[in-house]
């Protein structure tokens, strides 16, 4: 049963996609994280678009989209006759 968890690293570096970086308990030496607590709106108290478009409004675009592109049916090539 020895050897069984994870090696876990004291000190792991994180560092966000803002560029903040500070260490943490981790199992991983380094974690790449988008938002941390210096850029989050709720830490933050600013307004920031993450993203605002929901799945359902990006679907819609999606079928909008698609009906703008129909295309008139292909013509039906004759067949050649059997022999």
Known sequence: MKDIH???YEK???VCACGNTFTV????E???IEVCSACHPFYTGKKQLLDTAGRA???KAR???AKERVTKP???KPRAAKK
């Open 57 to 59: 409004e990006k679907f």
């Open 30 to 32: 380094l974690l790449e």
């Open 63 to 65: 079928e909008k989209k």
């Open 74 to 76: 292909k013509a039906k």
């Open 12 to 14: 792991a570096k994180v």
């Open 25 to 28: 308990g981790a199992t991983k």
């Open 6 to 8: 994870p090696t876990y």
